[in-house]
């Protein structure tokens, strides 16, 4: 047997071994998966919202016709989603069958090893991401989101720090597809963001990052510092479901006006000929927990008070859930403090290189991948630990 054909023998067979392996290993994930999912249930229930769809009246009710058919192609997407990952399998059995007829070498079987190799991871990665969708159970998770980033103890460090995390959120919905926007800044007097606010819309937005609520370390040689020493400083992080009025209805968040203080400001920033001129933002607190939420986005008092409302419900209605409660009264304060002791986060760049989550204890070596956007490992560890008997216990 030649040198030649003795390699190409040696890599079919590792090939054919990796293969074997992807296939025992994702056959069991997959039984596992598939027993969760009614199939013939869901094609039943895509049938009959599809009969409700042909109904010649069907769009005299435009919101409840987009919700129909939002149904109907969930349902239709997760059965042909499982039947994927079956056709995956099949395929890949079926052309280790061919390998065995056709012996382990040649081109052609290295080719066809490497397709079926491709085919199931794959369908594994494709697997994963439905498993982490499953963790994401949560009323609003489904929901975009608004995100609001502010400085903590650190003065113009700290400002520097609110702009990176800024940059971070933004570069991380443009990696998850999201469609992400700075909708309000603050600036800081010399440099960087006082405070920001992004807004992510996307399905699951809110579901994947509620991960990040919580205060944020970063460790670095400061170069706003003159001895160039090693300086600790703080931003913290908030976050809200964006709903829409029908789904803020007054009966799931009723805010009596005596338990909110209002206060205006000037908008700051490029605007309409009030913007700098009148105070047109609008600051609202509610004085029972302490939560706040400010926009100064739109070019009038009013449309600023009112989108300030729809922030408040929002971040009230979500904070309700996640301290199950059932009385708007019977929450107590969730506010971020950003100041030592309350990171769920550090980011050390000197006098070594490390991310890492302190609930979690997921860490990276690569800060700079992280603070380009690279957070959805972190995401995945915290959701994944939020379902384990230790986040349960920590929540």
């Not at 991401?129 to 608004?146: M, N, P, T």
């Not at 506010?335 to 070594?352: C, F, K, N």
Request: hydrophobic letters at 40%.
């Amino acid at each position: 047997m030649s040198s030649v054909s003795k390699g190409a023998r040696d890599t079919a067979v590792d090939l054919t071994t990796e293969v074997r392996g992807l296939l025992h290993a994702l056959e069991q994930r997959t039984a596992d998966n598939v027993a969760l999912v009614d199939t013939a249930a869901l094609s039943e229930r895509a049938r009959e919202l599809e009969a409700v769809s042909e109904h010649p009246s069907f769009w005299d009710d435009s919101a409840r016709a987009q919700d129909v058919v939002r149904q109907m192609n969930v349902a239709k997407g997760l059965v042909e989603r499982v039947a994927s990952w079956g056709r995956a399998l099949e395929d890949a059995r079926a052309g280790l069958e061919i390998v065995a007829d056709m012996g382990a070498e040649g081109e052609e079987v290295a080719e066809l090893l490497g397709d079926l190799g491709d085919r199931l991871r794959a369908a594994e990665a494709d697997m994963g991401r439905w498993e982490l969708l499953k963790l994401l159970s949560g009323k609003y998770d489904s929901y975009s989101c608004s995100l609001t980033i502010s400085a903590g103890a650190g003065g113009t460090e700290a400002c520097d720090w609110t702009e990176m995390l800024t940059r971070m959120y933004l570069r991380y919905a443009e990696r998850q597809g999201f469609a992400a926007k700075l909708v309000e800044v603050s600036r800081g007097d010399e440099c960087g963001y006082k405070s920001a606010t992004v807004e992510v819309e996307g399905e699951y937005a809110y579901g994947y990052l509620r991960a990040e609520k919580g205060t944020h370390r970063l460790v670095r040689i400061s170069p706003f510092n003159s001895a160039a020493k090693r300086q600790t400083t703080f931003a913290g992080v908030e976050i809200m479901p964006l709903l829409d009025d029908s789904e803020l209805s007054l009966k799931d968040v009723d805010i009596p006006a005596s338990d909110l203080e209002v206060t205006t400001m000037r908008s700051g920033g490029a605007g309409g000929q009030n913007v700098n001129k009148v105070e047109t933002g609008v600051r609202i607190r509610h004085i029972p927990t302490g939560l706040a939420v400010k926009c100064t986005e739109e070019r009038t008092q009013p449309l600023n008070k009112a989108r300030a409302m729809l922030y408040l419900r929002g971040k009230l209605l979500a904070v309700m859930e996640e301290q199950k409660a059932e009385e708007l009264q019977s929450i107590r304060g969730d506010r971020v403090t950003a100041e030592w002791g309350a990171q769920i986060r550090s980011y050390v760049l000197h006098p070594y290189k490390m991310v890492k989550d302190l609930r979690t204890a997921h860490e990276s070596a690569q800060p700079q991948d992280v603070l380009d956007g690279d957070i959805s490992p972190f995401v995945e560890a915290w959701l994944r630990y939020r379902q384990s008997d230790a986040g349960k216990k920590g929540e």
